[in-house]
């Protein structure tokens, strides 16, 4: 691609993108560029330095107070628990609200659970949705390939169960937290890890917490085909197929292609979901999403595997189109998502 195509294509993503979302994106494009070294490996400390943290704080920041649990001190997997104020009232303490179990995005590689971006996320989705959110600080790649992040999601799920048998729970949970209404909700490579977390969990005995429902935010699937969307966005906003490429041979097995069943779910390796008791599904799609291609034949295959999925196309919107609160993006998520969790199954 040469340089006046790249003016072009600069000048009209500027056209599109809101000028704080530009700003936040292109500089998280900026520090994830930097980090990956020529020759295919990660500077993880200088990712780490780069990342801004925020602490837990019990005293509710915003409406939410939030506390971080080690779950496996070894492997290093934790939790931070948001909690919003208001379900702690004398008025609503009874009332059931229902928990959310959250996976960041950053392509399997970037982020944590205590990002400032993804804390402020979470905390958005506790007050707005009403909802305890158990966001997961699971292993990344590449030191911890596939498919240690959907082994310790799966492991975050079984310490809640754990803490409602031996009625641990309310030392971290509220006493109104609902484990019957649980839903698996992730952005990106999160989204990824929702979908295989939950296909585990699925034919799992997690009794008494009950997944009621996956929520995926462009979820970052593929293939080894390029798409008509991928060949169209390539370079685009913010994201090339080159990055795309350099995180799925980072996450997916030495010598495994993007037709791996974690990346391409209803590819040529792929295991038939049909008999799989899967939950009802809101997938949400960014329309400028160079992944858009591949998000839709997921939905298509979920469908064609008998099972409920609800779908939100949303125009105009880039990666990153949940982040900013006050947006007219940040609020069709948070109505389908609240509208999506009121719905009977």
């Not at 911890?144 to 809640?160: M, N, S």
């Not at 509220?174 to 990824?192: K, M, R, T």
């Not at 010598?255 to 792929?270: Q, V």
């Not at 809101?282 to 591949?294: E, R, T, Y």
Request: glycine share 6%; charged share 20%.
């Amino acid at each position: 691609m040469d340089s006046s195509n790249d003016e072009m294509q600069l000048q009209k993503a500027k056209s599109v993108v809101p000028l704080n979302t530009w700003i936040l994106i292109s500089n998280l494009k900026l520090a994830y560029n930097i980090t990956r070294r020529p020759d295919g490996t990660f500077n993880r400390h200088l990712a780490e330095f780069l990342d801004r943290k925020v602490g837990a704080n019990i005293s509710p920041v915003d409406g939410v107070s939030t506390m971080d649990v080690n779950i496996d001190r070894i492997a290093g997997v934790w939790v931070r628990i948001f909690v919003p104020v208001s379900s702690q009232s004398d008025e609503t303490r009874e009332e059931k609200i229902p928990v959310f179990l959250y996976f960041h995005g950053g392509s399997f590689v970037h982020s944590s659970a205590n990002s400032a971006i993804y804390d402020a996320v979470c905390r958005s989705f506790a007050k707005l949705c009403s909802a305890v959110v158990v966001s997961v600080n699971f292993r990344r790649s590449p030191e911890h390939r596939y498919p240690v992040a959907y082994e310790d999601g799966f492991t975050v799920l079984k310490w809640i169960q754990l803490q409602a048998l031996t009625g641990l729970g309310n030392a971290w949970l509220p006493s109104n937290a609902d484990l019957s209404h649980c839903y698996l909700i992730g952005d990106s490579s999160g989204a990824n890890i929702v979908h295989h977390v939950g296909v585990t969990a699925a034919t799992a005995d997690l009794s008494p917490v009950c997944i009621r429902g996956h929520i995926l935010m462009m979820p970052m699937f593929g293939g080894m085909k390029r798409t008509p969307a991928e060949i169209r966005l390539d370079g685009q906003y913010f994201v090339t197929l080159k990055d795309r490429d350099y995180y799925w041979q980072s996450f997916l097995p030495d010598g495994a292609d993007r037709d791996h069943p974690a990346c391409n779910i209803f590819g040529p390796y792929s295991e038939d979901l049909s008999n799989v008791p899967l939950p009802p599904s809101l997938v949400m799609i960014a329309d400028l999403d160079l992944l858009q291609d591949w998000q839709m034949e997921y939905v298509q295959g979920m469908r064609d595997s008998g099972k409920k999925i609800e779908l939100v196309v949303l125009e105009h919107a880039t990666v990153g189109f949940f982040i900013f609160p006050n947006t007219e993006h940040f609020h069709r998520v948070i109505d389908a998502i609240s509208s999506f969790i009121r719905t009977p199954i």
